[in-house]
């Protein structure tokens, strides 16, 4: 029977046949140390590892999830439409009718394309702002993520706007030698072969960092400046801070939107989307190629219907108002507890900076201040600390906490609770 397995047992399987015994790095725990939990199901606000044990999910599948594990509404949708087969190769009304739910909701986005997945999307994006511009440069920002396509997966250089080094191995310098990396929250100066600009308009995959004030602003003038396209790579923040995204929430309109994670309610999806003007130049209309066997899959395509259906504007701000209020304490408890801690809020996103007692760091605002507080060490403790007390947080230091529609205040005063006792364990293991 396979839920006789332990957690220890599952991975060791795992690792025999699937390298690193995961699919996606992050989920081994390499960065927190130990062995990860092996979940048999999730519903709302929680996922019950093969063990039994069940853990109180801020993870939420990186933000895949908005209204919590199994919502019946979700459940629903896919129940429904996969009993009518769930994938043809051929258009269907189900992609028509989240393309239109987005259209309707995002201000200046007129045509979506969707595909499997965020990498995709940017990928994609990216592709056709060359094909559009006729230019081969693209600028992204260190620290933000942006799926892992050979030409985005750069390290970032020092100074300003410098040509970074491979992200990894088995990515060729020709792939990355038309990428510019410069620092987040400076506008680089922008040269007239530049295609386009990608950047998180709220980078969460440095843990949070918020764009300031005149940032977004100046990237827009800058591009229109030299004729590039400015790309929101939406794929964290669509449709979770708000019902028309970043780009609404912060006044800035982009030229090209990237989305994944919410809009496919759990299942694999991306979709990058603008103008009626620029996405002509996709494929079977113009000249840049692009396509997918499950693109517009009728199964995420339902799921991520009833998800965008099910939630209000007012639900956003209420989210917004409950995740905002939980970091204040949530942080406070920390500190009570002994250590140093910052937790930022954008919409119903939340950093979690953890350092050691008596530090005096402030909110980081790009890579390299992020980085030197990860550095200290400690938010792996204070992991453990809190996966003891039942509390599951991403298991590396540069992801945000994702507080779902499924958390209720019980379940956050407990957080908080629970937060100052794993602190105080963290503090009391250092001494
Ligand atoms: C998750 C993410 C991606 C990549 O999406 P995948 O579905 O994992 O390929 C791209 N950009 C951002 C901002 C993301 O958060």
């Not at 989305?259 to 299942?267: A, C, D, H, R, Y």
């Amino acid at each position: 029977m396979a839920d006789s397995f332990t957690n220890e047992q599952w991975f060791e399987r795992a690792k025999e046949v699937i390298p690193g015994g995961v699919n996606s790095p992050v989920r081994s725990f390499r960065s927190v140390g130990g062995t990860p939990y092996t979940v048999r199901s999730g519903h709302g606000s929680h996922v019950t590892d093969v063990e039994g044990r069940v853990y109180l999910d801020f993870v939420q599948s990186y933000g895949a999830s908005l209204l919590g594990h199994a919502h019946p509404v979700v459940v629903d949708a896919v129940e429904v439409t996969v009993k009518n087969g769930s994938t043809f190769g051929a258009p269907t009304p189900g992609e028509v009718l989240l393309a239109e739910a987005i259209v309707e909701r995002v201000e200046g986005l007129e045509q979506i394309r969707f595909v499997s997945s965020g990498t995709e999307a940017v990928m994609s994006a990216v592709r056709l702002a060359r094909g559009f511009t006729g230019r081969d440069k693209i600028v992204k920002f260190d620290g933000c993520y942006h799926g892992h396509s050979d030409q985005l997966l750069v390290a970032g250089g020092s100074g300003v706007a410098e040509l970074g080094l491979p992200g990894s191995a088995g990515v060729p310098g020709g792939a990355i030698a038309d990428t510019w990396v410069a620092p987040y929250n400076e506008v680089p100066r922008l040269d007239d072969d530049v295609a386009c600009v990608i950047v998180e308009p709220i980078a969460a995959n440095m843990n949070l960092v918020q764009p300031k004030e005149g940032f977004l602003e100046g990237l827009r003038a800058e591009c229109d400046r030299v004729g590039a396209l400015l790309i929101f790579d939406e794929v964290i923040t669509g449709f979770r801070v708000g019902p028309g995204g970043c780009a609404d929430l912060l006044g800035v309109t982009p030229d090209l939107w990237c989305f994944g994670k919410v809009i496919g309610g759990g299942l694999p999806v991306g979709g990058f989307g603008g103008s009626k003007e620029i996405l002509s130049y996709l494929a079977p209309q113009g000249p840049v190629y692009q396509g997918g066997t499950l693109s517009g899959n009728p199964l995420a395509m339902a799921a991520g219907k009833a998800v965008l259906d099910a939630v209000t504007p007012n639900d956003y701000v209420e989210l917004t108002e409950r995740a905002q209020n939980f970091a204040r304490s949530f942080c406070g408890a920390i500190r009570k507890g002994g250590l140093w801690a910052c937790v930022p809020a954008a919409g119903p996103l939340l950093g979690l900076y953890i350092a050691p007692p008596g530090s005096d760091f402030s909110a980081p605002s790009n890579y390299a201040e992020s980085k030197a507080i990860a550095e200290t060490g400690l938010y792996a403790p204070f992991f453990h600390a809190m996966l003891e007390r039942g509390v599951a947080l991403a298991p590396g230091s540069y992801e945000v906490m994702f507080v779902s529609m499924a958390h209720s205040d019980e379940e956050l005063a407990m957080t908080i609770e629970l937060a100052q006792d794993a602190a105080a364990s963290v503090v009391t293991a250092l001494a």
